[in-house]
């Protein structure tokens, strides 16, 4: 299973949008509405993705339109003034980030090499899987952001256009480990001194583990410490609810971490 679409963003932005997609940008565009000014272009950088989309605009447009009171209809002609300046300044100083994004990119992927030949061979052997997972997680937290996940989804867009169907995979292996990264290091700071349950034991465990190996070690985790996989699926979904649907509302990060966790429930359900 993969974690991203290889539907390209142009194919993405060609279609009408779904239901889902209409209610998270109808969500971003009041909760934007509202946003101080000097609030504002964090708040865009945060959700990029789905800010800079001509269906957000578009979005924006049809609100305007169907807008009751002029306070309205001036505050939605007013958001979308401020999204373009806000787009422009943040396209200007983020090129130097994303370089920098680029290079760490680079630095996870050239760890799935073969470190004698240079080549990438796939599937990727597991001392490969656990290089790239070694080179991710020396990078700073920071860096883990929205801007290296672009990066990500560039890479895999252009790999999927160029057939490279073996780079495509290598790139998905990282958001993989992206997210059981992301997630392991939240649930550590939520959990605090809190004391950890078996079952919790056993989702960081999967949340370690390569998503090619999920079903063995959670059949055998499970078995050993006598747990019900009912229980690991509401373990998972706590965190779903604590964690991920608290991240920006339509970040990259939300939507990956998400999606990797419904990987993992559905392969848990079927144990």
Same mark, same amino acid.
């Given at each position: 299973?993969? /974690?991203?679409?290889?539907?390209?963003?142009?194919?993405?932005?060609?279609?009408?949008?779904?239901?889902?997609?209409?209610?998270?940008?109808?969500?971003?565009?009041?909760?934007?509405?509202?946003?101080?000014?000097?609030?504002?272009?964090?708040?865009?950088?945060?959700?990029?993705?789905?800010?800079?989309?001509?269906?957000?605009?578009?979005?924006?447009?049809?609100?305007?339109?169907?807008?009751?009171?002029?306070?309205?209809?001036?505050?939605?002609?007013?958001?979308? !003034?401020?999204?373009?300046? /806000?787009?422009?300044?943040?396209?200007?100083?983020?090129?130097?980030?994303?370089?920098?994004?680029?290079?760490?990119?680079?630095?996870?992927?050239?760890?799935?090499?073969?470190?004698?030949?240079?080549?990438?061979?796939?599937?990727?052997?597991?001392?490969?899987?656990?290089?790239?997972?070694?080179?991710?997680?020396?990078?700073?937290?920071?860096?883990?952001?929205?801007?290296?996940?672009?990066?990500?989804?560039?890479?895999?867009?252009?790999?999927?256009?160029?057939?490279?169907?073996?780079?495509?995979?290598?790139?998905?292996?990282?958001?993989?480990?992206?997210?059981?990264?992301?997630?392991?290091?939240?649930?550590?700071?939520?959990?605090?001194?809190?004391?950890?349950?078996?079952?919790?034991?056993?989702?960081?465990?999967?949340?370690?583990?390569? !998503?090619?190996?999920?079903? !063995?070690?959670?059949?055998?985790?499970?078995?050993?410490?006598?747990?019900?996989?009912?229980?690991?699926?509401?373990?998972?979904?706590?965190?779903?609810?604590?964690?991920?649907?608290?991240?920006?509302?339509?970040?990259?990060?939300?939507?990956?971490?998400?999606?990797?966790?419904?990987?993992?429930?559905?392969?848990?359900?079927?144990?």
């Amino acid at each position: 299973s993969r /974690c991203i679409s290889d539907q390209s963003r142009l194919e993405g932005n060609q279609r009408e949008p779904t239901a889902q997609e209409l209610a998270v940008m109808d969500e971003m565009i009041s909760k934007l509405a509202d946003a101080k000014p000097y609030d504002l272009p964090n708040a865009v950088r945060r959700a990029f993705r789905v800010c800079s989309s001509p269906q957000f605009f578009m979005r924006i447009a049809q609100r305007t339109d169907a807008a009751v009171t002029s306070v309205e209809k001036e505050r939605m002609s007013s958001l979308a !003034s401020n999204l373009v300046a /806000c787009l422009d300044a943040i396209v200007s100083t983020t090129e130097d980030q994303l370089d920098e994004r680029a290079k760490e990119v680079e630095s996870v992927v050239k760890a799935a090499a073969e470190p004698e030949s240079g080549e990438f061979l796939v599937p990727l052997a597991m001392e490969r899987v656990d290089a790239m997972k070694i080179a991710l997680q020396k990078l700073e937290p920071s860096s883990l952001d929205e801007g290296f996940l672009a990066t990500l989804d560039t890479w895999t867009n252009k790999s999927f256009e160029d057939g490279m169907d073996g780079m495509v995979g290598i790139l998905q292996k990282v958001l993989q480990l992206y997210a059981g990264t992301q997630l392991l290091r939240q649930r550590e700071v939520v959990r605090g001194d809190a004391e950890v349950t078996p079952v919790a034991t056993v989702f960081d465990t999967l949340l370690d583990t390569d !998503s090619d190996n999920w079903e !063995s070690i959670a059949r055998q985790e499970l078995k050993e410490k006598d747990i019900p996989a009912s229980n690991l699926v509401s373990e998972i979904q706590r965190t779903m609810e604590s964690i991920v649907l608290n991240l920006d509302t339509g970040s990259m990060a939300q939507r990956i971490q998400a999606e990797y966790l419904k990987e993992m429930v559905g392969r848990v359900e079927k144990i």
